[in-house]
């Protein structure tokens, strides 16, 4: 059975902190996706990594695939209230797979 | 609007009472797929749907049923629920593949099964 382990599971930080979400398995995946959930609502994509080393940026947050293919993170620069929610990664292996970590819910006070 | 349409959202019921969960997407989607939601467990697939007529098992599959009849619908059906499917699901589609398209969830069901 694939995992894929996300880390920490639970964060609480002030407004203005910096904080770093850790996706991690021992499997290679063809591409990474990390969605947002909130309550109520179903999981929304935030972006896409397919290439090892890739980075992406999406305003304060920076998405970044590990060389091997392996593993992911997630940054977000200043967090704010409105980043409050469910962190998802989830990897591709084949053409209709797609494994989902454990999430990671942040908690950002003003 | 493109969306994916779960009913109902929340439903109590009793073990071995059978149900079935609606799903509907109008975005012309080739893959449909359930998860389910338990803390600490992430989303754990249930089964998909690669296009019509072609289903198959995800990773916890047991005690469920799915069909394809059409294209935007891809109900979820529990023929004898038991107290252990109480959970939050979620419908998915996504239009080829999972390699690099995004999965465009429902806003989910929350089932509890007494």
């Known amino acids: 059975t694939q995992l894929l382990e996300q880390s920490p599971q639970f964060l609480s930080i002030q407004e203005g902190e910096n904080l770093t979400v850790y996706c991690n398995s021992s499997?290679?995946?063809?591409?990474l996706q990390w969605y947002r959930q909130e309550p109520g609502e179903g999981p929304v994509l935030l972006v896409t990594?397919?290439?090892?080393?890739e980075v992406k940026k999406l305003k304060r947050l920076t998405f970044q695939f590990g060389d091997a293919r392996k593993d992911s993170s997630l940054h977000i620069t200043a967090a704010q209230p409105g980043d409050t929610g469910l962190y998802l990664c989830?990897?591709?292996?084949?053409?209709?797979?797609?494994?989902f970590g454990t999430g990671t819910r942040l908690q950002v006070f003003p | 609007e493109a969306q994916v349409t779960q009913n109902p959202r929340y439903l109590i019921t009793v073990t071995g009472k059978k149900l079935t969960v609606t799903c509907s997407q109008n975005m012309n989607h080739e893959y449909m797929s359930w998860y389910r939601q338990d803390p600490g467990l992430g989303l754990r697939q249930i089964y998909y749907?690669?296009?019509?007529?072609?289903?198959d098992k995800g990773d916890v599959p047991e005690g469920y049923k799915v069909s394809r009849k059409e294209k935007r619908n891809f109900p979820l059906i529990l023929e004898s629920p038991s107290p252990n499917q109480t959970s939050l699901y979620f419908c998915?589609?996504?239009?080829?593949?999972?390699?690099?398209?995004?999965?465009?969830f429902g806003d989910g069901t929350r089932l509890s099964i007494l």
């Open positions: 749907s690669m296009n019509v007529e072609v289903t």
């Open positions: 499997s290679v995946f063809s591409s």
């Open positions: 990594v397919v290439t090892g080393g």
């Open positions: 989830a990897g591709a292996y084949n053409t209709d797979k797609l494994i």
């Open positions: 998915a589609s996504s239009s080829k593949g999972y390699s690099n398209q995004p999965q465009h």
